[in-house]
Protein backbone atom coordinates (compact mmCIF):
# COMPACT_ATOMS: atom_id res chain seq x y z
CA UNK A 1 0.00 0.00 0.00
CA UNK A 2 1.25 3.31 -0.97
CA UNK A 3 1.57 5.65 2.49
CA UNK A 4 1.10 9.05 0.67
CA UNK A 5 -1.19 7.82 -1.74
CA UNK A 6 -3.58 7.06 1.19
CA UNK A 7 -2.53 9.91 3.61
CA UNK A 8 -3.96 11.92 0.33
CA UNK A 9 -7.81 10.15 0.66
CA UNK A 10 -7.22 11.22 4.48
CA UNK A 11 -6.25 14.74 3.76
CA UNK A 12 -9.60 14.91 1.87
CA UNK A 13 -11.79 13.93 4.82
CA UNK A 14 -9.86 16.20 6.78
CA UNK A 15 -10.76 19.18 4.34
CA UNK A 16 -14.63 18.27 4.29
CA UNK A 17 -15.77 20.13 1.43
CA UNK A 18 -19.10 18.75 0.73
CA UNK A 19 -21.43 16.24 1.89
CA UNK A 20 -20.66 12.99 1.34
CA UNK A 21 -22.67 11.03 -1.03
CA UNK A 22 -25.14 8.06 0.50
CA UNK A 23 -23.37 5.45 -1.19
CA UNK A 24 -20.12 6.60 0.11
CA UNK A 25 -21.55 6.39 3.72
CA UNK A 26 -23.01 2.79 2.72
CA UNK A 27 -19.63 1.27 1.24
CA UNK A 28 -17.95 2.43 4.20
CA UNK A 29 -20.16 1.09 6.72
CA UNK A 30 -20.12 -2.25 5.34
CA UNK A 31 -15.93 -2.49 4.74
CA UNK A 32 -16.37 -1.22 8.30
CA UNK A 33 -18.83 -3.42 10.02
CA UNK A 34 -17.32 -6.64 7.98
CA UNK A 35 -14.14 -6.25 9.77
CA UNK A 36 -16.06 -5.37 13.52
CA UNK A 37 -18.10 -8.34 12.91
CA UNK A 38 -14.97 -10.58 11.72
CA UNK A 39 -11.96 -9.88 14.11
CA UNK A 40 -9.88 -12.04 15.39
CA UNK A 41 -10.92 -13.95 18.72
CA UNK A 42 -7.14 -14.19 19.77
CA UNK A 43 -7.71 -10.36 21.17
CA UNK A 44 -11.52 -9.86 20.96
CA UNK A 45 -13.61 -13.11 22.38
CA UNK A 46 -17.08 -13.51 21.17
CA UNK A 47 -19.79 -12.93 23.76
CA UNK A 48 -20.08 -16.70 25.28
CA UNK A 49 -23.13 -18.42 23.20
CA UNK A 50 -23.08 -15.97 20.71
CA UNK A 51 -21.22 -15.57 17.67
CA UNK A 52 -20.96 -11.34 18.48
CA UNK A 53 -17.96 -10.37 19.20
CA UNK A 54 -17.18 -8.86 22.90
CA UNK A 55 -16.34 -5.65 24.40
CA UNK A 56 -13.11 -6.19 24.99
CA UNK A 57 -9.95 -5.86 22.81
CA UNK A 58 -7.81 -7.82 24.68
CA UNK A 59 -4.09 -7.78 23.71
CA UNK A 60 -2.31 -8.88 26.61
CA UNK A 61 0.77 -11.48 26.83
CA UNK A 62 2.83 -9.24 24.60
CA UNK A 63 5.74 -8.56 26.86
CA UNK A 64 8.21 -11.50 25.97
CA UNK A 65 6.88 -10.78 22.36
CA UNK A 66 9.55 -8.07 20.15
CA UNK A 67 8.93 -4.56 21.62
CA UNK A 68 11.82 -3.64 18.37
CA UNK A 69 9.37 -2.88 16.15
CA UNK A 70 9.06 -5.63 14.22
CA UNK A 71 5.42 -6.73 12.99
CA UNK A 72 4.05 -9.21 15.09
CA UNK A 73 1.00 -10.93 15.59
CA UNK A 74 -2.41 -9.41 16.79
CA UNK A 75 -1.27 -9.69 20.50
CA UNK A 76 1.89 -8.66 19.90
CA UNK A 77 3.72 -6.27 22.62
CA UNK A 78 3.34 -2.71 20.48
CA UNK A 79 3.42 1.01 21.23
CA UNK A 80 0.10 2.37 21.40
CA UNK A 81 -1.52 5.66 20.28
CA UNK A 82 -4.47 6.36 22.61
CA UNK A 83 -6.63 9.21 20.69
CA UNK A 84 -9.47 11.12 22.99
CA UNK A 85 -12.90 12.24 21.84
CA UNK A 86 -12.51 13.00 17.64
CA UNK A 87 -15.59 15.38 17.97
CA UNK A 88 -16.46 15.92 14.29
CA UNK A 89 -12.65 16.62 13.69
CA UNK A 90 -11.20 14.75 10.64
CA UNK A 91 -8.01 17.01 10.22
CA UNK A 92 -7.37 15.24 13.75
CA UNK A 93 -7.45 12.04 12.10
CA UNK A 94 -5.35 12.92 9.37
CA UNK A 95 -2.67 14.85 11.54
CA UNK A 96 -2.25 11.45 13.30
CA UNK A 97 -1.51 9.46 10.49
CA UNK A 98 0.67 12.06 8.64
CA UNK A 99 2.32 12.47 12.04
CA UNK A 100 6.14 11.20 12.04
CA UNK A 101 6.19 9.40 15.41
CA UNK A 102 9.95 9.73 17.11
CA UNK A 103 11.03 6.69 17.58
CA UNK A 104 12.47 8.12 21.17
CA UNK A 105 8.65 8.20 21.97
CA UNK A 106 7.90 5.06 20.60
CA UNK A 107 10.81 3.17 21.08
CA UNK A 108 10.77 1.70 17.44
CA UNK A 109 14.14 1.30 15.76
CA UNK A 110 13.77 4.48 13.45
CA UNK A 111 11.27 7.93 13.01
CA UNK A 112 8.23 6.82 10.87
CA UNK A 113 4.68 8.04 10.19
CA UNK A 114 1.99 6.60 12.01
CA UNK A 115 0.50 5.73 8.40
CA UNK A 116 3.07 3.65 7.60
CA UNK A 117 3.75 2.23 11.04
CA UNK A 118 0.33 0.93 11.01
CA UNK A 119 0.45 -0.69 7.53
CA UNK A 120 3.50 -2.25 9.46
CA UNK A 121 1.94 -3.50 12.06
CA UNK A 122 4.37 -1.76 14.10
CA UNK A 123 1.79 0.59 16.23
CA UNK A 124 -1.73 0.20 16.96
CA UNK A 125 -4.12 3.25 17.34
CA UNK A 126 -6.94 3.33 19.67
CA UNK A 127 -9.69 6.28 19.51
CA UNK A 128 -12.11 6.35 22.22
CA UNK A 129 -15.17 7.46 20.30
CA UNK A 130 -17.25 10.29 20.26
CA UNK A 131 -16.71 10.73 16.36
CA UNK A 132 -19.51 13.04 15.61
CA UNK A 133 -20.91 16.12 17.06
CA UNK A 134 -18.62 19.43 17.36
CA UNK A 135 -18.22 20.53 20.91
CA UNK A 136 -17.45 24.49 21.98
CA UNK A 137 -15.40 25.47 18.62
CA UNK A 138 -18.93 25.06 17.10
CA UNK A 139 -21.18 26.63 19.39
CA UNK A 140 -22.40 29.77 17.81
CA UNK A 141 -23.15 27.22 14.85
CA UNK A 142 -25.03 24.94 17.07
CA UNK A 143 -27.15 28.23 17.79
CA UNK A 144 -27.88 28.86 14.75
CA UNK A 145 -28.83 25.29 13.27
CA UNK A 146 -30.65 24.61 16.65
CA UNK A 147 -33.11 27.90 16.07
CA UNK A 148 -33.55 26.82 12.27
CA UNK A 149 -34.60 23.58 13.82
CA UNK A 150 -36.71 24.92 15.94
CA UNK A 151 -38.38 26.64 13.00
CA UNK A 152 -39.19 23.04 10.96
CA UNK A 153 -35.76 23.33 9.33
CA UNK A 154 -33.51 20.31 10.09
CA UNK A 155 -31.31 20.30 7.19
CA UNK A 156 -29.99 24.18 7.31
CA UNK A 157 -26.56 25.78 6.11
CA UNK A 158 -25.24 25.10 9.58
CA UNK A 159 -26.81 21.93 9.92
CA UNK A 160 -24.54 20.77 7.05
CA UNK A 161 -21.96 22.65 7.68
CA UNK A 162 -21.76 20.58 11.37
CA UNK A 163 -22.21 17.36 8.97
CA UNK A 164 -19.64 17.78 6.60
CA UNK A 165 -17.17 17.58 9.10
CA UNK A 166 -18.83 15.22 11.36
CA UNK A 167 -19.58 12.73 8.21
CA UNK A 168 -15.80 12.99 7.06
CA UNK A 169 -15.00 12.14 10.66
CA UNK A 170 -16.70 8.91 10.75
CA UNK A 171 -16.21 7.82 7.18
CA UNK A 172 -12.12 8.52 8.36
CA UNK A 173 -12.32 6.24 11.25
CA UNK A 174 -14.56 3.82 9.09
CA UNK A 175 -11.92 3.60 6.23
CA UNK A 176 -8.98 3.90 8.57
CA UNK A 177 -10.49 0.22 10.32
CA UNK A 178 -11.22 -1.05 6.96
CA UNK A 179 -7.52 -0.33 6.13
CA UNK A 180 -5.56 -1.91 9.31
CA UNK A 181 -8.14 -4.06 10.76
CA UNK A 182 -5.82 -5.61 13.32
CA UNK A 183 -3.79 -2.37 14.36
CA UNK A 184 -6.46 0.38 14.32
CA UNK A 185 -9.52 0.55 16.50
CA UNK A 186 -12.22 3.03 18.09
CA UNK A 187 -14.16 2.22 21.34
CA UNK A 188 -17.86 3.53 21.77
CA UNK A 189 -18.29 6.78 23.13
CA UNK A 190 -21.58 7.97 24.86
CA UNK A 191 -22.08 9.81 20.85
CA UNK A 192 -22.14 6.91 19.97
CA UNK A 193 -25.88 6.56 19.51
CA UNK A 194 -26.50 7.93 16.12
CA UNK A 195 -30.58 7.38 16.24
CA UNK A 196 -30.72 9.11 19.90
CA UNK A 197 -32.10 6.44 21.56
CA UNK A 198 -32.64 5.95 25.65
CA UNK A 199 -31.95 2.16 26.52
CA UNK A 200 -29.24 -0.15 26.20
CA UNK A 201 -26.80 2.19 27.95
CA UNK A 202 -27.71 5.02 25.47
CA UNK A 203 -29.31 8.36 26.55
CA UNK A 204 -30.49 11.11 24.16
CA UNK A 205 -27.94 13.81 24.10
CA UNK A 206 -27.60 17.58 24.22
CA UNK A 207 -25.20 20.14 25.39
CA UNK A 208 -25.38 23.36 23.02
CA UNK A 209 -28.38 22.40 21.17
CA UNK A 210 -30.49 19.05 20.92
CA UNK A 211 -27.42 17.49 19.19
CA UNK A 212 -28.58 13.99 19.25
CA UNK A 213 -32.24 14.75 17.77
CA UNK A 214 -30.74 17.45 15.41
CA UNK A 215 -28.18 15.05 13.67
CA UNK A 216 -30.97 11.95 14.28
CA UNK A 217 -33.74 14.55 11.67
CA UNK A 218 -30.59 15.06 9.54
CA UNK A 219 -29.27 11.75 8.70
CA UNK A 220 -33.28 10.29 8.24
CA UNK A 221 -34.35 13.67 5.75
CA UNK A 222 -30.69 13.98 4.13
CA UNK A 223 -30.02 10.00 4.33
CA UNK A 224 -32.82 8.35 4.62
CA UNK A 225 -33.00 4.98 7.03
CA UNK A 226 -30.63 2.46 5.21
CA UNK A 227 -27.82 4.91 5.68
CA UNK A 228 -29.36 5.93 9.12
CA UNK A 229 -28.96 1.89 9.89
CA UNK A 230 -26.08 1.14 8.61
CA UNK A 231 -24.06 3.84 10.90
CA UNK A 232 -26.36 2.16 14.03
CA UNK A 233 -24.89 -0.86 12.98
CA UNK A 234 -21.60 0.06 13.14
CA UNK A 235 -21.86 2.44 16.02
CA UNK A 236 -23.49 -1.24 17.61
CA UNK A 237 -20.23 -3.03 16.38
CA UNK A 238 -17.85 -1.28 18.44
CA UNK A 239 -15.61 -2.67 21.52
CA UNK A 240 -15.85 -0.90 24.44
CA UNK A 241 -12.78 -1.05 26.24
CA UNK A 242 -9.44 -2.63 25.69
CA UNK A 243 -6.66 -3.87 27.38
CA UNK A 244 -2.84 -4.82 26.98
CA UNK A 245 0.11 -5.89 29.44
CA UNK A 246 0.26 -1.96 31.13
CA UNK A 247 -2.99 0.09 30.29
CA UNK A 248 -6.50 -0.33 30.44
CA UNK A 249 -8.43 1.95 27.77
CA UNK A 250 -11.89 2.65 27.78
CA UNK A 251 -13.89 6.27 26.82
CA UNK A 252 -15.23 7.05 30.05
CA UNK A 253 -13.75 6.55 33.79
CA UNK A 254 -14.94 3.20 34.72
CA UNK A 255 -17.82 3.77 37.04
CA UNK A 256 -17.14 0.45 38.97
CA UNK A 257 -14.90 -2.54 38.85
CA UNK A 258 -15.43 -4.81 35.48
CA UNK A 259 -13.62 -8.42 35.30
CA UNK A 260 -12.80 -9.43 31.91
CA UNK A 261 -15.97 -11.76 31.49
CA UNK A 262 -17.68 -8.73 32.44
CA UNK A 263 -16.33 -6.57 29.26
CA UNK A 264 -16.74 -9.13 27.19
CA UNK A 265 -20.03 -9.75 27.55
CA UNK A 266 -20.43 -5.72 27.89
CA UNK A 267 -22.22 -5.02 24.34
CA UNK A 268 -25.83 -7.07 26.25
CA UNK A 269 -25.40 -5.35 29.35
CA UNK A 270 -26.51 -1.31 29.49
CA UNK A 271 -25.38 -1.27 33.20
CA UNK A 272 -21.60 -1.50 31.75
CA UNK A 273 -21.88 0.30 28.70
CA UNK A 274 -23.38 3.05 30.85
CA UNK A 275 -20.26 2.31 33.23
CA UNK A 276 -18.02 2.74 30.54
CA UNK A 277 -19.52 5.34 28.12
CA UNK A 278 -20.91 8.13 30.42
CA UNK A 279 -19.30 8.08 33.88
CA UNK A 280 -19.14 11.77 35.01
CA UNK A 281 -15.99 13.35 37.07
CA UNK A 282 -16.62 12.01 41.03
CA UNK A 283 -19.05 9.26 40.11
CA UNK A 284 -17.22 6.27 40.03
CA UNK A 285 -16.92 4.26 42.69
CA UNK A 286 -13.43 4.33 45.06
CA UNK A 287 -10.79 2.13 43.91
CA UNK A 288 -12.90 1.29 40.56
CA UNK A 289 -8.84 1.58 38.14
CA UNK A 290 -6.92 -0.16 40.73
CA UNK A 291 -9.45 -2.81 41.05
CA UNK A 292 -9.94 -2.93 36.76
CA UNK A 293 -5.85 -2.54 36.51
CA UNK A 294 -4.71 -5.42 39.22
CA UNK A 295 -7.22 -7.85 37.85
CA UNK A 296 -6.28 -7.35 34.25
CA UNK A 297 -2.99 -5.93 33.99
CA UNK A 298 0.55 -7.75 34.50
CA UNK A 299 2.66 -5.51 32.94
CA UNK A 300 6.81 -5.92 32.73
CA UNK A 301 9.17 -5.30 35.87
CA UNK A 302 8.81 -1.96 36.86
CA UNK A 303 6.75 -1.24 35.01
CA UNK A 304 2.93 0.23 36.21
CA UNK A 305 -0.27 0.16 33.96
CA UNK A 306 -2.47 3.46 33.80
CA UNK A 307 -5.86 3.75 32.56
CA UNK A 308 -6.58 6.06 30.04
CA UNK A 309 -9.73 7.71 28.59
CA UNK A 310 -11.21 10.76 27.33
CA UNK A 311 -15.23 11.48 28.19
CA UNK A 312 -14.85 14.96 29.97
CA UNK A 313 -12.70 17.82 28.92
CA UNK A 314 -9.66 18.40 30.86
CA UNK A 315 -8.54 22.13 30.77
CA UNK A 316 -4.75 21.42 30.10
CA UNK A 317 -3.18 18.42 28.60
CA UNK A 318 -4.34 15.80 31.07
CA UNK A 319 -5.87 15.56 34.25
CA UNK A 320 -4.62 12.17 36.87
CA UNK A 321 -8.08 10.41 39.21
CA UNK A 322 -7.62 7.72 41.58
CA UNK A 323 -4.63 9.04 42.73
CA UNK A 324 -3.28 8.97 39.14
CA UNK A 325 -4.23 5.67 38.12
CA UNK A 326 -6.59 7.03 35.97
CA UNK A 327 -5.73 9.94 33.46
CA UNK A 328 -8.48 11.82 31.19
CA UNK A 329 -6.79 13.21 28.35
CA UNK A 330 -9.51 14.51 26.56
CA UNK A 331 -8.79 18.67 25.51
CA UNK A 332 -11.18 19.26 22.95
CA UNK A 333 -9.34 22.38 22.00
CA UNK A 334 -6.34 20.70 21.34
CA UNK A 335 -4.86 17.59 19.25
CA UNK A 336 -3.11 15.48 22.02
CA UNK A 337 -2.68 12.00 22.09
CA UNK A 338 -1.38 9.70 24.20
CA UNK A 339 1.52 7.42 23.29
CA UNK A 340 1.73 4.52 25.52
CA UNK A 341 4.88 1.84 25.36
CA UNK A 342 4.57 -1.79 26.80
CA UNK A 343 8.00 -1.22 28.49
CA UNK A 344 7.53 1.77 30.76
CA UNK A 345 5.16 3.48 32.88
CA UNK A 346 3.01 5.99 30.79
CA UNK A 347 3.82 9.67 32.21
CA UNK A 348 1.38 12.03 30.43
CA UNK A 349 4.09 14.95 31.09
CA UNK A 350 6.45 13.36 28.69
CA UNK A 351 3.94 10.65 26.85
CA UNK A 352 1.43 12.99 25.48
CA UNK A 353 2.09 14.84 21.50
CA UNK A 354 -0.24 17.67 19.99
CA UNK A 355 0.19 16.20 16.66
CA UNK A 356 -1.22 19.21 14.69
CA UNK A 357 1.35 21.69 16.48
CA UNK A 358 4.03 18.77 15.95
CA UNK A 359 2.90 18.01 11.96
CA UNK A 360 2.87 21.81 11.76
CA UNK A 361 5.73 22.34 12.98
CA UNK A 362 7.67 19.35 11.33
Request: proline share 6%; net charge neutral; aromatic share 10%.
Amino acid sequence: MNTEKVLQEFNVFSKHERLPSKKKILDAAKKALFVLATEDSSYRERIPGTDIPGGLLDFRGGSSARGDGGAGGANCALPTIVVPDLHARPDFVYNILNYVLPKRKSGLKADIKVAAALEEKKIRVIFVGDILHAEGRAKERWAKAFAAFEGGVHDSSFMRDEMREGLAALLAVMQAKFLWPENFHCLKGNHENIKNERGEGNFPFRKFAYEGRMVYEFMRLVYGEEILNAVYDFEKALPLAACSDNFFVSHAEPLDFYSKEDLVAAPLDEGTVYGLTWTANDEARVGSAAKILSALCQPPTGVEARCVGGHRPVPQKYLPRQGGLYIQIHNPEKQNVAVLRPDKTFDPDKDMIDVEKETKNG
